[in-house]
């Protein structure tokens, strides 16, 4: 299938609110790839029936791209509900750090990585914090992400303004 040809799908689909995009962060650093988005679904169960997979998720092997998902839903119409004015992205370097969600609001950056375990420690992204020193970074976990989504939002990670 050519590019062309997965671009007017992926647009179809935006369209008619099954998927959203959200787009890569760079502000022109040599090791950020900027030219990538990040695809994910309204409808969770949708997904799966795509990709034929009803297991629990104890036996799944895409929990991470799941809670991901839940997350980033989530996170939008908490925004969206509270009047947050955000621009949203995730950033990714080329020797494969990754942050999975970074909000650009009133001129602050706010960084985010989710991991579904909370027993798993998030790598410190030293690249990150030397380019942008001034942005806050959290981990987003079973653990704390009912903080991250509160109603006055007013989580120690990344609260609204």
Not at 10 to 32: A, D, M, P, Q, W
Not at 80 to 94: A, D, E, G, V
Not at 115 to 138: M, V
Request: glycine share 4%; with cysteine; net charge positive.
């Amino acid at each position: 299938m050519s590019k062309n040809t997965v671009e007017k799908y992926l647009h179809l689909l935006t369209k008619v609110f099954v998927i959203y995009c959200i787009g890569g962060f760079s502000r022109n650093l040599r090791k950020e790839v900027s030219k990538s988005s990040r695809w994910y679904f309204h409808d969770k169960g949708l997904r799966n029936v795509l990709i034929n997979n009803f297991n629990p998720h104890w036996l799944r092997t895409d929990t991470a791209e799941l809670w991901a998902n839940y997350l980033v839903s989530e996170r939008i119409k908490f925004q969206h509900y509270h009047n947050i004015f955000s621009n949203n992205y995730f950033r990714r370097t080329y020797d494969q750090q990754e942050i999975d969600w970074i909000e650009e609001r009133d001129g602050k950056l706010f960084a985010f990585k989710f991991k579904c375990n909370s027993e798993k420690r998030a790598k410190t992204l030293i690249a990150w914090q030397k380019a942008y020193p001034e942005a806050e970074f959290s981990v987003i976990h079973p653990g704390n992400y009912a903080e991250w989504l509160r109603v006055d939002g007013s989580a120690s990670s990344g609260k609204p303004a």
